[in-house]
C-alpha cells in the first residue's frame, strides 16, 4: 500500500515536470519543423520556445489517469486574448478532472506550433493523443475524451487549473479602430446618394415649347419695316 501510494506520488510530479518542460522547435533531416522537450542531435535551426504552461495541481495523478494521460496525452492551446471560450474549454477539463497541459499562443513560433499540432490558428484547440478540436464545442470535448477512455464527470475529483501567466514581455494586439477619410480626399456617394450620378439631359415635356423650332412669323397686317410686300 505504501509503496503503491509512493508511485502514485512519482507519476504525478512526472507529469507536473513533463508539463512544465522547456519546449524546443527544430528542423529535421528531411527539412520539416518538429517540435519537443528535447532536440535530437543533428537537429538544424534549434530553438527554445518561450511557452508559458500553467502549473498542475499539486494532488497526485491517480495510477489509472496517469496510464491514460501516457497513453492519451491532453493539451489544450489558448490565447492571452482569449477570454470566455478559453475559460469554458478550461473550466470543462477540469470538471472532469483531466491532467492537461496548457500552452499560451502569444508568438510566431508557438502559432507555428499550434498549426502543426492543430493544422489551424484557432483557439481554443483541444488535442487529445492524435485527436484534434479546434474551437470549444462541450459535446465534442466529451466525444474526445470518452474515446481516449478518459472517465466521466464525477469519477475523479474536478481540478482548479488556472490559465498560464503572461508571457514575459508581453503586449496585447492594439485594438483597430475605423479608418477615417484621408483629408482633402472626396466621398464617393453611398448607395442612397445621387448627388454624383448624371444623365442624359431631360427631354421637354408636352408643354415646353423651348426646345421646338418652326419656320419664322409671317408679318402681321401691318407689315414689318423693311420689308417689301
Do not use: H
Not at 42 to 49: I, Q, S
Not at 141 to 158: I, K, N, Q, R, T
Amino acid at each position: 500500500m505504501i509503496l503503491r501510494a509512493f508511485l502514485l506520488v512519482l507519476l504525478g510530479l512526472t507529469t507536473a515536470g513533463a508539463a512544465l518542460a522547456q519546449q524546443y522547435r527544430w528542423v529535421d533531416q528531411n527539412g520539416k519543423v518538429q517540435f519537443g522537450d528535447v532536440a535530437p542531435r543533428g537537429a538544424k535551426d534549434v530553438r527554445k520556445l518561450n511557452v508559458t504552461t500553467a502549473k498542475p495541481d499539486a494532488a497526485p495523478v491517480p495510477f489509472d489517469l496517469a496510464e491514460l494521460q501516457k497513453n492519451f496525452p491532453v493539451a489544450l492551446y489558448t490565447a492571452p486574448i482569449c477570454k470566455e471560450p478559453c475559460e469554458r474549454a478550461r473550466g470543462a477539463l477540469n470538471k472532469r478532472g483531466v491532467p492537461f497541459s496548457e500552452i499560451q499562443v502569444s508568438n510566431s513560433e508557438t502559432l507555428e506550433q499550434l498549426k502543426k499540432a492543430t493544422g489551424s490558428e484557432n483557439v481554443p484547440a483541444l488535442v487529445v493523443g492524435r485527436s484534434v478540436q479546434s474551437g470549444f464545442d462541450q459535446n465534442r470535448y466529451e466525444a474526445l475524451l470518452d474515446s481516449a477512455g478518459y472517465p466521466a464527470a464525477g469519477v475523479f475529483p474536478a481540478r482548479t487549473q488556472a490559465a498560464p501567466p503572461l508571457p514575459e514581455g508581453y503586449e496585447p494586439p492594439p485594438v483597430a479602430e475605423p479608418a477615417l477619410p484621408a483629408a482633402g480626399l472626396e466621398q464617393k456617394p453611398g448607395p442612397y446618394d445621387a448627388s454624383g450620378l448624371t444623365g442624359p439631359a431631360p427631354k421637354p415635356g408636352q408643354y415646353d415649347p423651348s426646345g421646338l423650332t418652326g419656320p419664322p412669323p409671317k408679318p402681321g397686317q401691318y407689315g414689318i419695316p423693311g420689308e417689301s410686300k
